[in-house]
């Protein structure tokens, strides 16, 4: 290689690696070894879930050339084939495989006339030059699909106006919880409820529980808590769920857990900031999360004992945004976004993780 | 060294690496499965040796090591190229320059001429015209055009009339201009702009002269290592502070004028000296030499016809610095004049790039042609891949991609970087695919405008990738042996470059070129003349300038800066990357404190660092 030298400075270089953070690097490398980028392609992709099997990855990346929202892809994890699983038209978000069937389920707006305008006034704006801050919309056109494995064919499952999203699939593949702002759609609001409306319409977000071959009839609500409450997934032996509630100001987030009726909700995290994207590992012993309480951009990864009796511990030290994470099934590696690649974008990630590591590092935290 | 004959060197050296038990030869065997790439170890091993003498571009070294690079590339199963007989690219270039007599004198009204000949007076400049010319003299400050693209407005010959002239100008950039203008005006300073700027409003000659407010001052400029082929169109000098009084005897005296223009103030013109004419003779004698490419091709396994662009390239310099390198060396004092043996640098690209041709040999079914093309004289400035791109033997529009190799022996946590990814849209899906499987630790970085060949190749509008592991305390030193290679992942690495091949060579329509603007940061510096003594590191995404090491008594080392620190600021300047640093290097002042913040370790501390003036 020819670098050029100037006065013995090295050129040609791309950035330097700060001394502290190699020392943090080596704090990560404990839970994490081996990171990398899993995909390139694309503006940013993100939320990535594994098949019962491990073997395939269903993830959420804006990639294709006429539509600057996300669409759902699935990677073959020895192959490496990338291919896509919704219709490409719409928004989409939130993609999850059922354990039994293979079956997929996201939550998509194909069905609005208006998604071929979206997509040309989104794309319109981006060829300006212009940025805005990334925030996600709660279209409330936003209904869950589920599409077959067998034939590719797509199913609607619910019909309510509101967003409905963030679901996910019980380990028996029978029942999906969700999280819907159906709420706000189907009451008289208030002046001051259609102010908050506009403003963020998350606010009214609450789980929902259905069975998976519903049509959108027998939903039941299972949480009535004021506040923007999501992100629910099942405990490994589905005997719980698992999902954050936020505050009514919706700057303060805690993951939570309950009974599938809704009932013995229990709190586990306390740090007074942003703490998110709950999964439990399989082997049902911790909660891996994310929060900014470290900085309000800096969302890191960590994790706490399933009862919350600990104080968590943190897992990942990198600037910027670690989050969504995601065990493989068992339990070996994990799957998260982070924009660690550079850039503000966030990329899926994969690592092995350390369970020994973390199971240790749990018994030494002080009590909550 | 012991001079050998070239064949019994060939013929030596295949049998050296003949012996060595995973010698790729032994495994084109039938028993040999049929995926099994040829592992990456002999090649290095036999290009890093002492034998080859650190492959000094147009050395006898080279061309042993370009016989060795045929001999592999036939046992790989690669041939010429249609057309031709051998595997070699022959070209020409400048190995180094030196003046060859210039003189100068001047005459001033009446007086009789003052003539300057010994070479502390007056010295050609590396890109000068061989040429004598007389003529009327004009005086034109620093000499400096800031394009009107930039919206500035400095120019130096605004209001001179220079057509015919022979124009006099300062050299670098006014001294005492605020550090927004310092850092503008620097970018324009390079005396290779200075003379196109002159040449350009139809001067016949330009004569530099170092100011007495300038560092250096009053000394003429060394000639610089420059790999021009010919002059550039004018006859260019720089002269000592002697003949600068003889020239401005009868007016202003230098220095006053000089302190003018160092207010950077654009208004500041320079003038016409009357009555004063000057005769330069410029003289250049340059050495010329012969450097050769190994280029060689493994054949589609079907008939071409219909496929477009038929060909994909892979491609790694396998020249490096030799004994008595130039400029490119970082050897210490003690370590000077001995082989710089390059095994990063580049005979791990080179392993890598063979064991692909040997991979894809074995390979039942290639759509395109493989073009391996092994370039030399790069490390003087990817001589011998521009030889290639300007006179293709594969005209460049039949290349569907160029896959490039420079350093990618040392692996460090499993991160490989990736560059030139913004060449195409198919990059990012096919990286993305191949890594599943090869599962590195992937940075991507979109620019072409690397210092590496690719280059050449995104000029030529190819749709291009490069693939390297970094620079590291050994970069162009003695010491990068080839016992420090990662051989395991350096085999991965071609591993993957082979899977990337493979699905370029099947991939139709083939990848669509996109050009990628070059930014401004990339644009060669060769104007910078401060010199701090750092020597960076190279790592991945993180903030500020990671320092590998500091040159021995330079001003680094005595601001106590060392190996590990991290520069975050230097006089008020963030700085965030390489280019943030060199940026920052114009705003500072020869021989004034600058202040710097660094991190070591988790502590961040402050030093005072004091810039000497680089020659």
Request: charged letters at 20%; one cysteine or more.
């Amino acid at each position: 290689m020819r670098i050029a030298i100037i006065g013995a400075c090295v050129l040609g270089a791309t950035c330097a690696a700060a001394a502290a953070q190699q020392v943090a690097a080596s704090q990560e490398r404990e839970f994490l070894t081996r990171p990398r980028r899993l995909t390139v392609e694309g503006r940013r992709a993100g939320e990535g879930y594994w098949s019962k099997d491990g073997r395939k990855l269903v993830f959420q990346s804006e990639r294709q050339a006429d539509n600057p929202f996300y669409q759902i892809y699935v990677m073959d994890m020895a192959s490496g084939d990338v291919e896509r699983v919704s219709p490409g038209a719409g928004k989409t978000t939130c993609s999850f495989f059922n354990p039994e069937t293979g079956d997929i389920l996201f939550s998509s707006t194909h069905h609005d006339p208006r998604s071929k305008t979206q997509q040309e006034e989104e794309l319109k704006f981006r060829a300006s030059g212009q940025e805005r801050r990334y925030s996600w919309d709660y279209d409330p056109e936003m209904d869950i699909y589920v599409r077959s494995a067998k034939t590719g064919a797509y199913r609607r499952l619910t019909q309510a106006r509101g967003y409905d999203a963030e679901a996910s699939y019980s380990p028996d593949g029978q029942w999906i919880v969700f999280s819907s702002t159906r709420q706000a759609y189907e009451r008289e609001l208030s002046a001051a409820e259609r102010k908050q409306l506009d403003t963020d319409p998350s606010f009214f977000g609450e789980i929902y529980i259905m069975r998976a071959d519903a049509d959108g009839s027998g939903v039941r609500r299972l949480t009535s808590v004021t506040g923007y409450d999501g992100g629910p997934f099942f405990a490994p032996d589905g005997k719980r769920i698992i999902w954050r509630r936020f505050d009514e100001q919706g700057l303060i987030a805690d993951i939570w857990t309950m009974n599938l009726d809704g009932t013995d909700q229990r709190k586990l995290t306390d740090f007074g900031a942003m703490s998110w994207a709950p999964y439990i590992h399989p082997s049902g012993q911790y909660v891996i999360f994310a929060s900014n309480k470290l900085g309000f951009e800096n969302f890191e990864l960590f994790m706490v004992d399933i009862d919350g009796k600990k104080q968590p511990v943190r897992v990942t030290y990198s600037d910027g945004f670690d989050g969504l994470p995601v065990p493989s099934p068992d339990g070996t590696q994990l799957a998260w976004t982070s924009s660690r690649g550079g850039g503000r974008e966030g990329q899926i990630f994969l690592a092995q993780w350390n369970h020994e590591h973390a199971l240790a590092a749990l018994r030494a935290a002080p009590a909550r | 060294m012991r001079t050998w004959t070239r064949a019994t060197l060939a013929v030596l050296l295949t049998a050296a690496v003949a012996t060595l038990p995973a010698h790729a030869a032994a495994q084109t065997s039938a028993q040999a499965p049929a995926s099994a790439a040829p592992p990456t170890r002999p090649f290095v091993q036999a290009l890093a040796s002492e034998r080859l003498g650190g492959r000094e571009a147009g050395s006898a070294d080279e061309r042993a090591a370009g016989d060795y690079l045929a001999s592999q590339l036939m046992i790989l199963g690669a041939r010429p190229l249609p057309g031709r007989k051998d595997m070699f690219q022959s070209f020409t270039f400048t190995a180094g320059s030196r003046d060859g007599g210039s003189r100068a004198a001047v005459t001033a009204g009446s007086t009789a001429s003052k003539v300057f000949s010994a070479a502390k007076d007056v010295q050609a400049l590396s890109f000068s015209d061989d040429a004598e010319i007389t003529g009327p003299v004009v005086f034109a400050g620093y000499g400096i055009v800031v394009p009107e693209s930039q919206g500035f407005g400095y120019d130096s010959f605004a209001t001179l009339d220079v057509k015919d002239k022979v124009v006099v100008v300062l050299r670098y950039f006014p001294e005492d201009a605020d550090q927004q203008t310092r850092g503008i005006l620097a970018r324009y300073s390079d005396l290779r702009y200075k003379a196109m700027a002159a040449r350009q409003r139809g001067a016949r000659a330009l004569v530099v002269v170092t100011g007495p407010r300038s560092p250096n001052a009053g000394t003429t400029v060394p000639m610089a290592f420059d790999t021009a082929i010919a002059g550039s169109g004018i006859a260019a000098v720089s002269v000592s502070s002697d003949v600068g009084t003889a020239i401005f005897a009868g007016g202003k005296p230098l220095a006053d004028a000089q302190k003018d223009l160092d207010t950077g103030n654009p208004h500041v013109a320079g003038f016409a000296l009357p009555g004063v004419e000057m005769t330069i003779k410029a003289a250049v004698t340059r050495e010329r030499r012969t450097a050769r490419n190994v280029v060689a091709y493994l054949p589609a396994t079907a008939p071409v016809t219909g496929v477009d662009k038929p060909w994909v390239a892979v491609g790694a310099h396998y020249d490096h610095l030799g004994r008595n390198a130039h400029s490119g060396s970082l050897a210490a004092r003690e370590d000077a004049g001995r082989a710089h043996l390059g095994a990063d640098d580049n005979a791990s690209g080179v392993a890598a790039v063979l064991s692909i041709a040997g991979a894809l040999a074995r390979q039942p079914m290639r759509k395109r042609h493989l073009l391996i093309g092994l370039w030399s004289a790069e490390e003087i400035g990817l001589l011998g891949s521009a030889a290639f791109v300007g006179a293709p033997p594969v005209p460049a529009d039949q290349l569907a991609a160029y896959l490039n190799f420079d350093m990618v022996g040392r692996m460090q946590d499993n991160k490989l970087v990736v560059q030139a990814t913004g060449t195409s849209a198919a990059w990012a899906p096919i990286l993305e695919r191949v890594n599943v499987a090869a599962g590195f630790d992937l940075t991507v970085q979109p620019d072409p405008f690397q210092p590496t060949d690719v280059s050449s190749f995104n000029q030529a509008s190819v749709p291009s990738l490069s693939f390297t592991t970094g620079a590291h305390a050994d970069y162009h030193k003695p010491s990068d042996t080839a016992d420090k290679i990662d051989y395991e992942d350096l085999d991965r690495v071609a591993a993957m470059a082979a899977a990337i091949a493979r699905r370029v060579m099947e991939l139709d329509p083939p990848p669509q070129f996109v050009k990628v603007e070059q930014s401004a940061q990339t644009v060669s510096r060769t104007g910078v003349r401060i010199f701090t003594g750092t020597v960076p590191d190279y790592a991945s995404a993180a903030k500020g300038l990671l320092l590998g090491g500091v040159v021995g008594g330079g001003p680094a080392e005595q601001a106590g800066l060392q190996k590990g620190d991290v520069i975050v600021e230097i006089a008020g300047q963030a700085i965030t990357n390489i280019y943030d640093y060199t940026y920052a290097l114009d705003l500072l002042k020869i021989g004034q404190p600058a202040k710097v913040i660094y991190l070591r370790g988790t502590d961040r501390r402050e030093t005072t660092l004091i810039p000497a003036a680089r020659r």
